[in-house]
């Protein structure tokens, strides 16, 4: 099953760049450009993890992802900034985001950070698990 | 880890997980907690060394990186507490206190509060002194400062001020997007730094102004034009940055200046100038020079347009030779521009410095160029032949140009460096002075030193990582257990097997660091480096090669080992110089690194290793890496299994083992109560078990009639060995697995041992954990036992922690294939050093045996 991911950012070329990179990586990425497109698209369809600028105009990261949580609570967010701010940055993680990763970023490092993000996810629901015999 | 911890493997509490799927499911959870806090571990060690080599102030860096490096910081230590809070809920919540307070004192460094804002628009010159500095830049409040309080001549005009460049850049979030900018830029090769530049240049050039400001430059012009009663007025308008006299730094030709701008192009100019503030020259300048960005406010100053018959720079004293008084005045044809910019040649002029002043030599030179003034802008022109060879200024000129230089000279008390142009009327105006910068231009960074090996004698060893750099000697002393600690000579070069922690506390005796095996991120790494102490790791068979008291010197930058001293590598290392020391962006990495790097919390054996103690980040992932090790570990010793999540293991036979399968330890799905060792998947069990049946264990040694008398009092006298409570110590013996991950508990009887290991290819991430205490034999023979143990394991680069008859090894990020090795070894020591302690009675039996065993595990490896 590939991964699917969710990323939310202003910036159309980011978007852009960061889809092609992820889809050679057999990740399915969706884009929203804004915070309150990204709530649109989690109240029909779902998504692994979500990727989530922090600097958007209007709704910024940190509101997105309180709604987000108010939505999903299990949904895992992981917020990515062009800007340093440690407070931001530990804001976010208390309001239960994954992780906080600054660009520019690693391709692989993300995809990694993505794929634990999924794996917790999958732990919490239940899913997941490669059962290889429980003996039942 | 306590004794009091590991006491609870003897009485602790169970708890009962009724459903095999339960357990699995809450190991799986456990166990992805664990990986991802080492995962984040890491990442602090890999961000602290960041910071030491920011420290050490031989690269320059910038505000972006301070603030990124304490973002990502504060982000992998939340990392750390929140997944040992996962893997212990609310046991060790006191943490999250401790962190916010010290992220609290990191911040107002890192993230200082708003700069200071206000004041006018426009300052006119003739209101301007110093006491503007934080409005119009030094540059300008210098020359206010001269014309009204020193009665210098200048040109007419005035000052749009940093309250302007600051409502510029909020307009839209300009400054935000820049920062973004810079933040995110991938910055490897210049041309990267070159396409920022520019990128932020465009942006700044192409951003509206905000309106009340572009009304008040016009507004300012008008006025300027008015007074001069010139209709078609130009100005020259020069940068004059906040935070350029914060440094001793001279600033020369960081930013644009324009000349002889009309009203038309008033506007773009100014935005031009500011954006200068972002040029190559300018980035880089700053970053050597540790001035921050924020720090750097552009104002601009607006000057009438002087067209300068001659101009040129004149240095109150001779930069280059503080012997040499004599005032040097450089002069070309035209505007001063040919001089500044070293277009042309010029003629000097060298003036007596004391009254009466004379004309000490005059150097004329052929001078072909000149600037003038255009319609718009200046042009560079040909000087006529008959006015090249002719001295530009008048030996009266030269003397006025030198008086007023020595004027400001004294007026400042420090040697000038004044620009000034000569006007039509034969006045002498001041276009700009500042300080003069009297130093070489440093070096960008320290030398390389790269040992040209015949040079510097023999070659011992060559390779390794440079985990602290520098350059020391000494006689090599080896150390391979506690005993040898004790004997350490001072100076003497460390050499070790592994990089343990264990062997920090050497290091302040120790002139240098040689390690086979250790990383950058290692806590003996962290500990050379904050000592200073030259480290190499992974230097492969220096513990072999390097013979015990032979003189050598570690070069560790050449990741070399030289033998004897090489007077001229050591005489070479000093230190480089720190370009950045005391420069403000250098001082708020020094106090964020305060509250991040000192580790006070060095023994967890210690009562005073506790989470309320924790004074840094470096405590807090102390502090928690060695909790969350034993938090992981407890899970496996805590649980008592019902029976049908077992499985007896067979391998050919049924054993006396049972496999508990917590993830994906099983290769397939298996029916029914037992699991044949072909179906497990698990890496480390396999190992394990390889090594507990590489050779086939002797049964109880032979019993002296001592130590059988010792197990029959010892039995009469521990009430746990009374009938009722045989159950508990049953043989009962479990393995719990997953791919990557066993933990074995086993009681043979009267003892008990636990080992617990993950491997896999993340090197990072692996470590092997074991603990061994009990026995039947009376304490004396169990303390033997345990120092036997012990013995081998440290033979086998394991980390042992001995307690009376109890005790702990482990070994960690070690890459597959070793800790697959390790695995065997230990397997072999669980089978074989059972009952032991019977048999530990005289030192030519303990010796004898000790071989054996030593033979039989070299087979293993």
Not at chain 2, 272 to 291: D, W
Not at chain 2, 561 to 588: C, H, I, Q, W
Request: hydrophobic letters at 45%.
């Amino acid at each position: 099953m590939s991964l699917r991911v969710l990323l939310v950012d202003d910036e159309a070329e980011f978007l852009e760049t960061l889809c092609k990179r992820l889809a050679r990586r057999d990740v399915e990425a969706f884009t929203a450009d804004s915070g309150q497109a990204a709530l649109d698209f989690l109240a029909s369809g779902e998504v692994d993890v979500v990727v989530l600028d922090v600097k958007m105009p209007g709704m910024d990261g940190i509101e997105t992802l309180k709604r987000i949580k108010a939505l999903r609570p299990e949904q895992e967010v992981i917020m990515l900034t062009g800007h340093a701010s440690m407070e931001a940055a530990i804001q976010g993680m208390q309001l239960g985001a994954f992780d906080y990763i600054m660009k520019p970023t690693d391709i692989s490092q993300l995809l990694y950070k993505i794929e634990d993000a999924r794996k917790k996810h999958g732990l919490k629901a239940g899913a997941g698990r490669r059962d290889g015999g429980g003996g039942r | 880890m306590s004794l009091r911890d590991w006491l609870s493997f003897l009485g602790g509490k169970k708890k009962a997980l009724v459903d095999a799927a339960a357990l699995r499911a809450e190991f799986a959870g456990r166990y992805h907690h664990f990986k991802l806090f080492l995962n984040a571990n890491n990442s602090v060690h890999e961000l602290m060394t960041d910071i030491e080599e920011g420290l050490r102030g031989t690269r320059p860096f910038g505000m972006h990186f301070v603030r990124a490096v304490c973002t990502r910081l504060s982000t992998a230590v939340f990392q750390v507490v929140k997944h040992l809070d996962a893997l212990a809920p609310g046991k060790y919540a006191e943490l999250f206190a401790r962190f916010d307070e010290i992220q609290k004192q990191i911040n107002p460094s890192v993230f200082p509060g708003k700069a200071r804002s206000g004041g006018p628009l426009i300052l006119r010159l003739r209101e301007v002194g110093r006491e503007h500095v934080d409005l119009v830049g030094p540059k300008m409040a210098h020359l206010g400062e001269i014309k009204n309080r020193l009665g210098v001549t200048i040109p007419r005009g005035f000052v749009i001020t940093a309250e302007a460049y600051r409502r510029f850049m909020a307009e839209n979030d300009l400054q935000v997007e820049i920062d973004r900018r810079f933040q995110a830029a991938e910055v490897v090769a210049t041309e990267d730094i070159f396409n920022l530049s520019s990128s932020i240049q465009q942006l700044i050039v192409s951003s509206p102004l905000p309106a009340e400001v572009e009304e008040a430059i016009l507004a300012a012009f008008d006025t300027l034009r008015d007074s001069e009663q010139i209709s078609d007025l130009h100005v020259a308008m020069r940068s004059s940055a906040l935070a350029e006299d914060l440094v001793d730094a001279s600033f020369a030709g960081q930013y644009r200046s324009k000349l002889n701008v009309s009203e038309e192009e008033l506007v773009a100019a100014y935005k031009l100038i500011v954006a200068s503030k972002y040029s190559l020259q300018a980035i880089a300048y700053r970053l050597q020079r540790g001035i921050r960005e924020e720090d750097v406010a552009m104002c601009v100053g607006c000057m009438s347009m002087v067209d300068a018959v001659a101009g040129g720079v004149t240095y109150s004293r001779n930069p280059l030779n503080a012997h040499d008084e004599a005032v040097q005045v450089h002069a070309a044809w035209g505007l001063p521009k040919a001089v500044v910019d070293g277009s042309t040649e010029v003629d000097l002029y060298l003036v007596s410095r004391t009254a009466p002043h004379r004309i000490l030599r005059r150097e004329i030179a052929e001078k072909h160029t000149r600037y003038a003034c255009l319609e718009e802008g200046t042009c560079r022109m040909e000087v006529t032949t008959l006015d090249s060879a002719r001295p530009c200024l008048a030996d009266a000129d030269a003397l006025e140009v030198a008086r007023v230089a020595l004027a400001i000279e004294e007026f400042y008390g420090l040697p000038q460096d004044v620009e000034w142009a000569l006007a039509p009327d034969g006045t002498v105006e001041v276009l700009q002075c500042r300080p003069l910068t009297t130093s070489e231009e440093d070096a960008l960074g320290a030398e390389e030193v790269v040992p040209e090996d015949a040079r510097f004698g023999m070659v011992l060893l060559k390779g390794g990582v440079e985990a602290s750099p520098g350059v020391a000697a000494g006689p090599v002393y080896v150390v391979r257990k506690d005993a040898d600690v004790l004997a350490f000579p001072r100076g003497a070069v460390l050499v070790v097997a592994h990089a343990l922690p264990r062997w920090a506390a050497l290091l302040t005796r120790a002139s240098a660091l040689v390690a086979e095996q250790g990383s950058l991120a290692g806590h003996l790494a962290t500990v050379a480096r904050e000592f200073g102490k030259p480290a190499l790791v992974g230097l492969k068979d220096a513990v072999s090669a390097l013979e015990p008291g032979r003189m050598v010197t570690v070069d560790a930058g050449g990741h070399t080992v030289f033998d004897g001293r090489v007077e001229e590598l050591l005489a070479r290392a000093r230190a480089p110089k720190n370009l950045m020391l005391g420069s403000p962006v250098y001082t708020a990495l020094e106090e964020a690194a305060r509250h991040i790097l000192p580790l006070s919390l060095l023994d967890p054996g210690s009562p005073d290793f506790r989470a309320r103690n924790c004074k840094t980040f470096h405590d807090i992932t102390r502090y928690s890496h060695e909790k969350a090790v034993w938090e992981m570990f407890r899970f496996g010793t805590e649980h008592d299994f019902p029976q049908a999540a077992a499985k007896q293991l067979v391998c050919g036979v049924p054993k006396q083992f049972w496999v508990v399968n917590l993830d994906d330890g099983f290769s397939e799905d298996v029916l029914g109560s037992f699991v044949n060792v072909e179906q497990i998947a698990s890496i480390p069990m396999l190992e394990l078990w390889k090594g507990m049946n590489a050779v086939p264990w002797e049964g109880p040694p032979p019993v002296h009639t001592r130590g059988f008398l010792s197990v029959m009092f010892e039995a009469t006298a521990n009430p746990e060995l009374e009938p009722a409570t045989q159950a508990e110590f049953a043989v009962k013996n479990y393995f719990m697995i997953s791919r990557h991950y066993v933990s074995l508990q086993s009681r043979f009887g009267f003892h008990f041992c636990t080992v617990e290991g993950l491997v896999s290819e993340r090197a990072s991430e692996n470590y092997i954990a074991f603990q061994f205490k009990g026995g039947a034999a009376n304490m004396e023979r169990r303390v033997l036992r345990a120092r036997f143990v012990a013995d081998m394991l440290t033979e086998f680069d394991f980390g042992v922690r001995l307690r009376e008859d109890s005790l702990t090894a482990r070994l960690e990020d070690r890459e597959q294939t070793f800790m697959e090795q390790r695995l065997r070894v230990l397997g072999y020591l669980v089978i074989h050093t059972r009952q032991l302690d019977m048999a530990m009675t005289d030192a030519a039996a303990i010796a004898e045996r000790r071989e054996r065993m030593l033979r039989d595990i070299r087979v293993l490896l």
